[in-house]
């Protein structure tokens, strides 16, 4: 079937900067948009940013201008470049891809298994 894997999370200082990977794997015929989503504790998951298979992005007003969402659609892999962190940073990253197998006919929703972010001194 398909995985995604993310990597890339750790602990930072404020003002610092990391820079999380997810990649897909499996039978996969094709990848349309990808996003990354947070949940800090005690608050609901919620949108970062997403990347269309086009390359259009948008982001949460709370992290434009200091996260960036990239894709390498031949590495089947998206990236979130993240700058200038804040302590409200701190959450579990999550990937998000919608992605059709060679099986399938209509592509289905994918979550990876998270990644956590910490920003702390």
């Known amino acids: 079937q398909v995985q995604l894997v993310e990597s890339g999370g750790g602990l930072v200082q404020p003002g610092g900067s990391l820079r999380l990977s997810c990649a897909a794997s499996g039978s996969i015929s094709r990848i349309y948009a990808m996003a990354w989503y947070r949940q800090a504790p005690g608050k609901q998951r919620e949108l970062v940013a997403f990347?269309?298979?086009?390359?259009?992005?948008n982001y949460a007003d709370s992290v434009k201008g200091r996260f960036t969402i990239s894709r390498d659609n031949g590495r089947n892999t998206v990236y979130l470049q993240m700058n200038s962190l804040k302590p409200e940073d701190t959450a579990v990253y999550y990937c998000?891809?919608?992605?059709?197998?060679?099986?399938?006919?209509?592509?289905?929703?994918?979550w990876g298994q998270g990644t956590q972010v910490t920003v702390s001194s």
């Open positions: 990347i269309t298979d086009s390359g259009n992005t």
């Open positions: 998000n891809a919608d992605i059709r197998t060679t099986a399938a006919i209509v592509p289905l929703n994918y």
